[in-house]
């Protein structure tokens, strides 16, 4: 299977700690995102790169959150010091932008963070 | 920030019975996609719109491009109970916004 693949698929961690999160994107796909979605919500935008440069970033994402692309290929979202807050599944996806406006975004399983 | 309105936000229905949701928004968007999620997983695309007015099909779903670019809807013909899940519209170019989603519930 060539799809998004996320690990992993649950982190259950205690507040004040450090977690990072992996994201394989789809081969040749030079997009790639990072979503949060909480209980009974849509996902909501955190930032998305095009090959290894970031160009967007949500103020969703605050200073403990980073995220990296370096070789354009997988991605790392790190949250530092955790709080509960925090808690949430995290989407990531990924798309080939072909034409203008043609910008199709597929979906990984998510990383369900648990914050204790 | 941007909100997508969609509705309803729950269905309960029948099997066999059709189903419409819909999406709109104060914005004006040129990319319209609705996805369906089931616990625990991720959103897997069903139907991708780009141009005003369009209307495409996907086995028994049907999405249409509202003509003011601020609207869409998704209509499911003779709902089986594998429909189960959350729907989601979503629209943007380059990041998305996402409804809050259609719980779906089909009873056999």
């Known amino acids: 299977d060539t799809g998004v693949s996320q690990n992993p698929r649950h982190k259950i961690t205690k507040r004040g700690q450090n977690v990072t999160f992996r994201c394989d994107p789809i081969?040749?796909?030079?997009?790639l995102y990072w979503y949060r979605q909480t209980l009974g919500q849509g996902p909501e935008f955190l930032t998305y790169?095009?090959?290894?440069?970031?160009?967007?970033k949500s103020r969703l994402l605050s200073d403990r959150f980073s995220a990296e692309r370096p070789k354009g290929s997988f991605s790392t979202l790190e949250i530092q010091r955790t709080e509960q807050g925090d808690s949430a599944m995290y989407l990531c996806?990924?798309?080939?932008?072909?034409?203008?406006?043609?910008?199709?975004?597929?979906f990984g399983a998510g990383t369900r963070l648990s914050v204790l | 920030g941007q909100q997508l309105n969609q509705s309803p936000q729950s269905m309960f229905i029948q099997e066999g019975e059709d189903v419409s949701m819909n999406c709109t928004s104060s914005?004006?968007?040129?990319?319209w996609l609705w996805y369906k999620q089931e616990p625990g997983e991720g959103p897997v695309l069903l139907i991708a719109?780009?141009?005003?007015?369009e209307l495409t099909s996907n086995g028994r779903l049907t999405a249409q491009f509202g003509i003011t670019r601020k609207d869409s809807f998704l209509n499911i013909s003779a709902s089986i109970p594998s429909d189960v899940g959350i729907y989601f519209c979503a629209a943007g170019i380059n990041k998305f916004y996402f409804g809050s989603g259609t719980k779906l519930n089909v009873k056999p």
């Open positions: 790169f095009q090959n290894e440069a970031q160009l967007e």
């Open positions: 996806a990924s798309s080939r932008l072909e034409a203008q406006f043609k910008n199709i975004q597929y």
């Open positions: 719109l780009y141009k005003a007015g």
């Open positions: 081969s040749e796909h030079n997009r």
């Open positions: 914005s004006i968007f040129n990319t």
